[in-house]
């Protein structure tokens, strides 16, 4: 007998839209917590001295409630597997200077993607597809 693959999901994802911050400055952080487990990049993200840090603790903590509620993940097997950070738009402003003249003015967007990943139902996923076809019977 034939062993069936399903396909099981170990990701969830929150996407912050349009944050008020550079792009370069929130990846100096980003590329800090790359990679890490889910308690070791909250400790990380709560002692660095950085503005982008706020924004990207708050959407882990929604990409590991998605996870934890939507999918039964648990929090101690939870890691970074993808983080990204994108342009957005720029908000372009006149400021008034001197003699009339107009001075332009860039605030920059950026576009945060947190992807956590359970390992722990990866490792038993992979546990079933090695079980041998007579248990299946």
């Avoid at 994802?13 to 790359?34: E, F, H, T």
């Avoid at 003015?105 to 079980?131: F, G, M, P, W």
């Amino acid at each position: 007998m034939k062993k069936k693959k399903t396909k099981r999901y170990t990701e969830v994802s929150a996407l912050g839209q349009y944050i008020s911050m550079s792009p370069n400055k929130v990846r100096r952080v980003i590329d800090q917590i790359r990679g890490r487990s889910y308690e070791e990049t909250l400790m990380i993200l709560e002692f660095m001295p950085y503005r982008a840090c706020s924004p990207i603790l708050k959407l882990i903590y929604s990409a590991a409630s998605n996870g934890i509620h939507n999918m039964n993940f648990d929090e101690k097997s939870l890691i970074i597997s993808k983080a990204e950070v994108n342009e957005g738009t720029t908000v372009k402003k006149l400021k008034p200077r001197a003699k009339g003249r107009g001075y332009p003015i860039k605030r920059s967007t950026c576009h945060i993607t947190i992807v956590l990943r359970d390992i722990a139902l990866n490792e038993q996923y992979e546990e079933y597809i090695r079980k041998p076809s007579a248990l299946m019977d």
